[in-house]
């Protein structure tokens, strides 16, 4: 079954701390995506990364860091030194799996929020 | 500029006074998708559709109907709208396949 576990439901931190969130998913199948969102108070969800199973690289966009590794089926995230706009619940997402009908939907975790407190 | 729009965004409304939630995609996308967020459960497709008049169930169908006439719209439909479909409505469209989504803005949905 394709399956997506953000098992931390709320994070809090205090500004400039780094945090990071974890995702673990599960798949029978060899092509997939995965996905960040954020989504603000305000509502709506705001795309981050895509990542497709063949690339293993990690990645930094700024203050943000994604590692991902296939070997313990993980793709968690990393903010440094957080910011109070960082505030958010954040998504981890699964796509494109043949396996479990995961090839016309995103699956989705259910969100960690994180609150960066001044 | 390329973007999903969903009409109303905000809806507060009575049990059993049907309903529907306009989506519109400017970008030609083939697929289109509706999901709902609930506290707790994340975000859980409802239906979806891969072209005009091609239309399938996702996880959480039932109370919910959908059309695709024209390639751009995907409505949702409530015909008699319950206090359990209270939640937040996402429409989505992407070119194939779902992993290059585009979501709406969202559309808070409050049945009384």
């Known amino acids: 079954a394709q399956k997506v576990t953000q098992a931390q439901t709320e994070i809090s931190v205090v500004e400039k701390e780094d945090v990071t969130l974890d995702c673990v998913y599960e798949?029978?199948?060899?092509?997939?995506?995965l996905f960040w969102y954020k989504q603000p108070p305000s509502g709506e969800l705001v795309f981050l990364i895509r990542?497709?199973?063949?690339?293993?690289q990690n990645e930094i966009s700024g203050r943000y860091s994604w590692n991902f590794q296939k070997s313990t089926s993980s793709f968690n995230f990393t903010i440094t030194a957080s910011q109070v706009v960082d505030s958010a619940v954040y998504f981890c997402?699964?796509?494109?799996?043949?396996?479990?009908?995961?090839?016309?939907?995103?699956?989705f975790g259910t969100g960690t929020l994180l609150a960066v407190q001044p | 500029e390329a973007q999903v729009t969903q009409n109303p965004r905000y809806l507060i409304t009575v049990t059993g006074k049907k309903l529907t939630v306009t989506c519109s995609q400017n970008?030609?996308?083939?697929?289109m998708s509706w999901y709902r967020q609930d506290p707790g459960l994340g975000l859980r497709q409802i239906y979806y559709?891969?072209?005009?008049?091609?239309?399938d169930k996702g996880d959480v169908p039932e109370g919910y109907k959908v059309s695709r006439k024209e390639k751009r719209n995907f409505p949702l439909i409530l015909e008699s709208p319950s206090p359990n479909q209270t939640s937040l409505y996402f429409c989505?469209?992407?070119?194939?396949?779902?992993?290059?989504?585009?979501f709406g803005p969202g559309t808070r949905l409050t049945v009384t």
């Open positions: 798949t029978r199948d060899t092509t997939y995506y």
């Open positions: 970008m030609n996308h083939e697929y």
């Open positions: 989505a469209s992407s070119l194939r396949q779902p992993a290059f989504q585009y």
């Open positions: 559709s891969m072209n005009v008049e091609v239309t």
């Open positions: 997402a699964l796509s494109g799996g043949v396996y479990g009908g995961a090839t016309n939907k995103l699956i």
């Open positions: 990542r497709n199973s063949f690339d293993e």
